[in-house]
């Protein structure tokens, strides 16, 4: 993929600026924007993503996955996640990296990024992505309002290039992203997702409308719904939102 890279000073959000610019002219794959501050940034689900000014990378990527249904969108979240990773493991002990279900980057308990895919569904084809990026990298304090934040400097003690880390996200994109346009076999995509992603077989505590209970994260599906396995063997299947880790410090 060619990436042309767009670097802004002030944007409300990236992911709304890349929707807009795709709904003006025909939507270019591998277009990046980059901000310096984000006014409003966007949240999975009308959360708000909130990164002070030029401490962090806050990016949006169009894509154009025709070769993706409708239906297993869900693999986006998936590639973006472990590219994601990817880059944290070249930072950070590649064991202290978790995906959280659905699009959160952990080290450890603390979150340290997130994802927000949004698709422009045309009949039965993906129009085009926006994939926007938020990584916490060289912030060092947090509004008390967040539950569990940490940055990559935080944990570290270092600073970074925010460029070098676009940099090496952006290639580990491609390589995903590339693999996933060749072949349509997804199963190794998913393994490495389950291999990475939080609390997957542990036995953990869970939150959801009935209340607390002990259960093991055992699958998540193609429509990226979250499988538990409680302690008696019942199987739940949950959308975001519908299920609550109980987060232990
Ligand atoms: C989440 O964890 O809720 C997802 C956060 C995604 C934040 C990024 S920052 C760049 C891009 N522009 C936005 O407005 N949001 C995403």
Request: with cysteine; glycine share 6%; charged share 25%.
């Amino acid at each position: 993929m060619h990436y042309a890279i767009h670097h802004i000073d002030k944007v409300i959000s990236t992911n709304d600026l890349a929707f807009e610019v795709c709904a003006e002219k025909e939507p270019e794959e591998g277009t990046v924007y980059v901000a310096y501050e984000q006014t409003a940034g966007k949240g999975y689900h009308d959360n708000i993503w909130v990164s002070e000014k030029g401490k962090n990378l806050t990016m949006s990527l169009v894509l154009c996955p025709g070769f993706i249904n409708p239906s297993e969108q869900f693999v986006i979240t998936q590639l973006i996640s472990l590219a994601t990773a990817d880059t944290l493991k070249t930072l950070i002990p590649e064991h202290l990296i978790r995906i959280k279900w659905p699009n959160d980057l952990y080290i450890n308990e603390a979150k340290v990024g997130g994802i927000l895919v949004q698709n422009s569904i045309m009949g039965d084809r993906i129009e085009y992505t926006v994939v926007g990026i938020g990584l916490n990298v060289n912030q060092r304090e947090f509004p008390e309002s967040l539950p569990n934040p940490v940055s990559v400097g935080g944990y570290t003690n270092k600073d970074y290039e925010l460029d070098d880390v676009l940099k090496s996200l952006l290639h580990y994109i491609n390589v995903r992203y590339t693999g996933v346009s060749k072949y349509p076999d997804r199963k190794q995509l998913q393994d490495e997702y389950l291999k990475n992603l939080y609390r997957y077989q542990e036995l953990a505590a869970f939150k959801d409308k009935d209340g607390i209970y002990n259960g093991r994260i055992t699958d998540v599906d193609a429509y990226g719904r979250l499988e538990i396995t409680a302690q008696n063997g019942a199987k739940k299947y949950y959308n975001f939102k519908e299920v609550e880790f109980v987060l232990t410090n």
